[in-house]
């Protein structure tokens, strides 16, 4: 069992990681609801909304945990120029894959 100390440790690292999945899960549920109250055409198409919404975060999360491995690396290893690197190719990888996304 986790003492009160090391619970507050424990939120203090992932609390905003908490907040940012309470928002998503109320945004969601609202927005699901509220597509239900249109009808089932309606929530037809979110359905589908959300199904292509998911695989774009789900490629952005693949690019962000690959950021943070490679940048956390550089980081622990003090080296200014892969982190630099890194921080370089996350941002080109990301414009170029929302760009091709935008276009599809």
Same mark, same amino acid.
């Given at each position: 069992?986790?003492?009160?100390?090391? &619970?507050? $440790?424990?939120?203090?690292?992932? =609390?905003?990681? !908490? /907040?940012?999945?309470?928002?998503? *899960?109320?945004?969601?549920?609202? &927005?699901? $609801?509220?597509?239900?109250?249109? =009808?089932?055409? !309606? /929530?037809?198409?979110?359905?589908? *909304?959300?199904?292509?919404?998911?695989?774009? $975060?789900?490629?952005?999360?693949?690019?962000?945990n690959?950021?943070?491995?490679?940048?956390?690396?550089?980081?622990?290893?003090?080296?200014?120029?892969?982190?630099?690197?890194?921080?370089?190719?996350?941002?080109?990888?990301?414009?170029?894959?929302?760009?091709?996304?935008?276009l599809?």
């Amino acid at each position: 069992m986790l003492s009160w100390r090391e &619970f507050k $440790a424990i939120m203090m690292v992932n =609390g905003d990681l !908490m /907040l940012r999945t309470v928002c998503l *899960l109320v945004v969601t549920n609202h &927005f699901v $609801a509220t597509g239900a109250s249109f =009808g089932t055409e !309606m /929530l037809a198409a979110n359905a589908v *909304l959300f199904q292509i919404h998911y695989l774009m $975060a789900y490629l952005f999360y693949g690019f962000a945990n690959a950021s943070s491995v490679f940048s956390g690396r550089a980081r622990g290893a003090n080296d200014a120029e892969h982190f630099r690197q890194t921080l370089r190719y996350s941002a080109l990888s990301t414009l170029w894959m929302s760009g091709l996304l935008a276009l599809l």
